[in-house]
């Protein structure tokens, strides 16, 4: 089954503890992206890798990091947290073979993050 | 810029009534625009897209149709049950893989 995985799902922490939330894809995907979505806002882009060792900064990527050193993960740092942090996350992922509105980008279920 | 705009929430129907969720765009070229749809405890899942002016996109009852005159892609449905409750996103495609997501508007289906 198609499945983009990430843990934790829920995470409650203190402000400037390091965490990092994983993601990891069955697909074969080379696009993987990080999104957090908040009241009002919609989701809004974070990072995003074209493939491995390769990632480049989304709209809002004050914060965190991110790494691709294997194409099926794509992990979310925050190396020191913030409330403003306070967040739910998605990561998500698609193939960039074909053409690009003709690919579905699938989503992971989510992490409710809690920065206090 | 490019952006998603789609009406606030939340939505309460009945069941079996009919559907309309407003959303509009603004965007430089010809993006391809989609309907999201996400379940409580869930991540989002693709319920339709279309790729060109006029095309139509349809899925599990629901329509929407690209309308470049009126920058709009209007998600309809017929007749709405309960298990349609959910939150809905409009989206825009463009460039390499950018996508712009309106804010969501949450539905609730009453039976």
């Known amino acids: 089954e198609a499945q983009v995985t990430q843990n934790p799902r829920y995470l409650i922490t203190v402000t400037g503890k390091k965490l990092t939330v994983t993601c990891s894809q069955n697909m074969n995907h080379e696009y993987m992206s990080w999104y957090r979505q908040d009241p009002g806002l919609g989701l809004r882009q974070i990072y995003y890798?074209?493939?491995?060792?390769?990632?480049d900064k989304g709209d809002v990527p004050e914060g965190y990091k991110v790494s691709r050193k294997e194409k099926r993960n794509f992990p979310l740092i925050l190396e020191s947290p913030s409330p403003n942090q306070t967040s739910l996350y998605f990561c998500a992922s698609s193939t960039l073979s074909g053409t690009v509105s003709g690919n579905t980008i699938y989503f992971g279920e989510g992490s409710w993050l809690t920065v206090v | 810029g490019n952006s998603v705009t789609q009406m606030e929430g939340p939505v309460t129907l009945s069941e079996e009534a009919f559907l309309t969720i407003n959303c509009t765009y603004t965007?430089?070229?010809?993006?391809?625009l989609f309907w999201y749809v996400q379940y409580p405890g869930e991540g989002l899942q693709l319920l339709l897209k279309?790729?060109?002016?006029?095309d139509k996109g349809s899925n599990k009852g629901f329509e929407a149709t690209y309308r470049k005159e009126t920058t709009s892609f209007h998600l309809e449905k017929g007749s709405v049950q309960v298990s349609d409750s959910a939150v809905y996103f409009c989206a825009l495609l463009w460039g390499t893989y950018k996508y712009i997501f309106g804010t969501g508007t949450r539905l609730k289906v009453l039976a």
């Open positions: 279309a790729t060109k002016a006029d």
């Open positions: 890798s074209m493939n491995v060792e390769v990632t």
């Open positions: 965007a430089t070229g010809y993006p391809s």
